[in-house]
């Protein structure tokens, strides 16, 4: 009752076809339109720096970031008439439900990559940075729309001067560049996109149900119908924010609020609720058996990892609770969740992950950032938005986005309820941010309206101060390290760090013989002479022991000689003829094979690595289909003092597995004389002089 309290509040709006404004003159039409269009090509160059290029020297359209496949793997399911994929294809991320498998990611992704996977194979994998530059410019598109709606509702045919037009340029500038969205572009996997197609799904469903609320049309109640489907196909708590946001607008509808004509579209906007909810729900029953929610205990994640059953125990089942409040509120909203150092890029978030309070088990942490220090104008704008809204009587026609302000909170409450605090996750906050913070924006310039040019000029020198800081801010957070970088990426970044800050880098670095567990984020390490350069990300693992036996907090910056081996591969026969497994390297008494898969492929295994009751991660992995004579090409790492193998295969990480002991490694070349054997091996690692130059100049400085 108090919610539909708040939003009847005011007098009843006449009805719209009264109260619309007159089409704004075409010359604001037309310089809105410039500042917005020159803020997004403005943040497009760091967006696309950090999407396709990100340290590597070349820029890549299709930079393909593990996970990247399982939108893939989930759209050739619907191509055959169902939603369950291959068993084992998803490792932990996979829920088993009546003997098969299936992705907990929705299906909007997926729907997206069907006409491209019926044309082609070769992209496979490699459709996430496409799909999330889609997504970027739909979010930066709607926002621009969306602001201008606002205006129209707030201030109708009030003159849009250069100042206010230009503020609005800054403010799409900074959803686009200076917030969490440029963070989700230097990873583009599967987690990354679901946040970023969420972003901008939401965001659009935001638009087109304030155009109803607006004047409504059936063209605009089915636009809504659509985008809020859409959302519903994408991301659960966004998509159901945006039923609550259908629901609210046909209460709206009901109680008179649009004029008493305008009750007739109360079972039209019902049913813009109704079928996205039905639609979503029909989905996750298909691969759950239930209609809403996610059965946790079912993931493969839940039957490996102890802590995970844990967390489940600790909340009766569910990975959403109340008691989750004090710690993600502390983590997303808290005044100081940022850091500045005198290390470039100089701002990052957090140097260990973010702590749990009141006794609440979480599932996972990560270091985090929190939104008031790193989006500092859309938080203040967005303070100053809800005031405006909530206000008794507030200016225009704004009283009608009430409903929707509550409706895109209601995006960001699952996250404040889920037991995992992560960066990426400050985006369901966005969609609030974006409506909430252009409503203030608005209001700005409103109460400037006949005032002198010394305020307006004060109020544009601010604007710019904030955007500039929260895009550089958000860039620097976007290109520090993280796991998902290669040892290319990650050169190229110490490398810049050492030429700006190399006295200030030099405080950073340790040196010792055996690799921490943990260390704060940025540390540098040195192991012995050099034989290896590490990174810290400051994630812990101590709830995965066998990530934190691998030292997974650590990520390999330069590795010394023997550590890395690439191998070339070619099968001189079909793979059913392989009956026994191939070895093609040796490291002190264990071994790696080439052997078939339970699924008919072949795959590789790790035997002897000095821990054979851990139960994760896997020492198998990568199942590939052989063709006869066709080359293969595995990059192996045998690295001593993460105690870890890895293995690439043509590019793609399959398998990272515990290794113990000091090698060193062997290939296991086949000699010459064994003619045309079935299986070829060739050790192919490429002589680098330069394998530690890096490392040697930290150690040459300390």
């Known amino acids: 009752m108090g919610a539909v309290a708040t939003l009847t509040a005011t007098e009843p709006l006449r009805p719209a076809s009264a109260t619309e404004p007159p089409p704004a003159p075409s010359a604001d039409r037309r310089r809105f339109t410039v500042a917005v269009v020159v803020g997004l090509a403005a943040v497009s160059l760091p967006y696309l720096w950090v999407l396709w290029d990100f340290w590597n020297g070349t820029p890549n359209a299709l930079r393909p970031v593990p996970p990247g ?63 999330m530059l889609l997504s970027w410019v739909v979010t930066g598109v709607f926002t621009s729309m969306l602001l201008w709606r606002l205006r129209l509702m707030i201030r109708g045919r009030a003159v849009l001067g250069r100042a206010e037009a230009a503020s609005y340029g800054l403010f799409v500038a900074v959803v686009g560049g200076g917030s969490v969205i440029i963070y989700l572009a230097s990873s583009p996997f599967v987690y990354n996109e679901d946040f970023a197609w969420s972003v901008a799904l939401t965001t659009a469903s935001l638009f087109s149900l304030l155009g109803v609320l607006e004047r409504p049309s059936w063209s605009r109640v089915l636009a809504a119908g659509t985008l809020i489907l859409l959302a519903n ?37 019902l049913g813009v609720a109704a079928v996205p909810f039905v639609a979503g729900c029909a989905v996750t029953y298909g691969k759950f058996g239930l209609p809403v929610g996610l059965p946790m205990a079912d993931q493969v994640w839940a039957h490996v990892n102890a802590h995970r059953r844990q967390f489940l125990a600790a909340n009766g089942g569910k990975a959403f609770s109340f008691g989750f409040l004090p710690s993600t509120v502390v983590a997303y909203l808290q005044p100081l969740g940022i850091r500045f150092t005198d290390v470039f890029p100089f701002v990052t978030t957090p140097t260990a ?156 670095v340790r040196h010792g013989t055996t690799l921490p567990y943990w260390a704060p984020k940025g540390e540098l390490f040195i192991a012995g002479n050099c034989s290896g350069l590490y990174y810290s990300t400051g994630q812990t693992y101590k709830d995965v022991p066998g990530q934190q036996l691998m030292h997974w907090t650590w990520v390999p910056i330069q590795q010394g000689p023997g550590i890395a081996h690439t191998i070339d591969v070619t099968f001189n026969t079909d793979q059913r003829y392989l009956t026994h497994p191939v070895p093609i390297l040796t490291f002190g008494g264990a071994s790696l094979y080439l052997r078939q898969s339970p699924l008919g492929n072949m795959e590789v295994q790790v035997v002897n690595e000095g821990a054979d009751s851990l139960p994760f991660p896997l020492p198998t992995g990568g199942a590939f289909p052989v063709f006869v004579h066709h080359g293969y090409q595995f990059q192996v790492v045998t690295d001593p003092n993460m105690n870890a193998i890895t293995v690439w295969q043509d590019g793609h990480k399959v398998m990272g597995h515990y290794l113990a002991g000091q090698g060193a490694a062997h290939v296991l070349v086949t000699p010459a004389s064994a003619g045309r054997a079935p299986v070829v091996v060739r050790d192919v690692t490429p002589y680098d002089p330069h394998l530690v130059n890096l490392c040697r100049s930290l150690l040459r400085g300390m």
Not at 69 to 96: K, T
Not at 119 to 131: C, H, I, N
Not at 400 to 416: E, K, N, S, T
């Open 69 to 131: 496949f399982f939108y893939d793997l989930q759209a050739r399911a619907m191509l055959h008439g169902h939603l369950y994929v291959p068993n084992g294809s998803l490792g932990i991320e996979g829920f088993f439900h009546g003997g098969r498998e299936f992705t907990y990611f929705g299906i909007f992704p997926s729907l997206l990559r069907m006409p491209v996977l019926l044309a082609t194979g070769r992209l496979d994998g490699r459709l996430t940075a496409p799909s």
């Open 233 to 269: 196909l994408n991301r659960t708590p966004t998509g159901y924010a945006c039923v609550i946001g259908a629901g609210l607008t046909a209460l709206w509808f009901w109680l008179g609020r649009g004029g008493p004509e305008q009750r007739r579209w109360v079972v039209p906007m």
């Open 353 to 508: 992950p973010a702590a749990s309070y009141a006794g609440a088990v979480l599932d996972q942490t990560y270091p985090t950032g929190s939104i008031p220090p790193t989006m500092p104008l859309l938080f203040l704008l967005s303070c100053w938005g809800v005031v405006s809204t909530f206000r008794p009587r507030p200016p225009g026609r704004l009283a009608a986005a009430r409903i929707l302000l509550v409706a895109a909170a209601a995006g960001a409450a699952g996250v404040l309820l889920w037991g995992y605090i992560a960066n990426r996750y400050m985006s369901d906050f966005m969609p609030f941010l974006i409506m909430a913070g252009g409503i203030g924006l608005i209001d700005v310039w409103r109460r400037l309206a006949g005032r002198g040019p010394r305020p307006r000029r004060l109020v544009l020198a601010s604007l710019v101060l904030l955007s500039a800081y929260g895009l550089f801010a958000n860039v620097a957070i976007a290109v520090e390290p993280s796991p998902q970088m290669t040892q290319a990426q990650l050169k190229e970044f110490v490398t810049v760090q050492s030429s700006f800050t190399k006295s200030a880098l030099e405080s950073t």
